[in-house]
């Protein structure tokens, strides 16, 4: 019985259905099919699953987000990138990783992340020598990383639906997070010097002055996530409140510090975001719908009953975990794994004694590889669109990446420290 609205779900994405709607209608196939529950109910679960008011700070990341972007102050980060890490062998790509890394840290969308580096990055790495389905694909993960890295939305809707601390949460990427970016490019430097790839020639950013002036230029557009993570570390702060200053500031930067953004310009960027919030907020109705769906199902009650036969410990559960959803990743959105697993799977996590910090980065590294899963990872589609890379070429060099971030979900299950260590000592729970 688990299995059918999984299946109605797969044909309905199949067909093309918009997956917000697709798990809306998978929900409500399976209560009218099976008659687990009243019609009637539906409407409240909708309502009630995109009132908590962590979720407010959704809409206003992603506008202060879309305000630098809209400003071009993409370039700003990328030249310091290029200034930093341009002198290696294979530097382009070096620098998309760093780049990606830098950006992810003002905005909380991988997929905005991959795409605003992914036409510079890739056009460079062609000058280079790379082959182009190799750029896409690092562009892809690296730029996967921006749900580890605070801001990050999926973490604030982990953080909602389990009433964990935000700040927690986000102090709690920020290990991971830059582990993430140094192995990415380790492998990049290691496959450059391994297959020749010239250095490129950085001149106008060789010189330490020349790499304090990136910096300088850069200074206003980095100082978003210090401003967001101290207002967490302070304790005086919401995270809606944070996200709403965080927005105010983005807007200032862009219209007055950099004049890079006009005032009329405004109004597009407002309606982006806007048809961004919808569709994540669609996205999260219909994922809770099903998630309740699969508790009328008794799915929590048989995945507890499998863990006690078969003695499973919290390093175990999680490995499992891991497993099952490296297999749904594959086939669903990232917004709507973390919403439809997490009211099933975080309460039995915290029954075994997992941290439930701990238990959301496990989660959120899972997310990102299923970012970049073939045949439905949202940022391959992303790239591919961007740079006018065909999908197959991404696939195939794709996997070296997947590979890299199960290594490190692995080592971030053995050692939950490496998620806890941070937050333990900057916000430790009460």
Known sequence: MIAVPFVILLLLIVIGMPIGF?????AV????????APITFIPDVLQDSVQHFTLLAIPFFLLAAELLSAGGLIDRIF???RA????????MGAACVVATGLFAGVQGSSAADAAAIGKIGVTGMRKQGYREGFAAALIAASGATAILIPPSIAM???ASMVNVSVGRMFFAGIVPGVLNVLAFLVFVVWRADRLGWKREQVDPFASFGAKLG???RAFWVLMLPVFVLYGFYSGDLTATEISTACALYSAIVALWVYRTLR???LWPVVMQTARTTVNIFTIIAGAVLLSKVLTFLNAPQLIFKFIENYHLNGWQFLVAVSAIMFVLGMFMEAVSLNVMTTPILAPIAMKLGIDPVHYGIVLIFNIEIALITPPVGLNLFVLSGAAKVPLASI????VPFVAILLFLLAMVIAVPQIALWLPDRILPST
């Open 22 to 26: 697709a798990l809306i209608v998978a």
């Open 29 to 36: 196939v399976t209560l009218y099919t099976l008659g687990l």
């Open 79 to 81: 030249d310091l990138a």
């Open 84 to 91: 930093m890490v341009g002198r290696l062998r294979g530097g």
């Open 156 to 158: 604030l809707i982990y």
């Open 214 to 216: 990136a910096a300088r």
């Open 263 to 265: 005032v009329r310009d």
């Open 395 to 398: 696939f195939r060099e794709v």
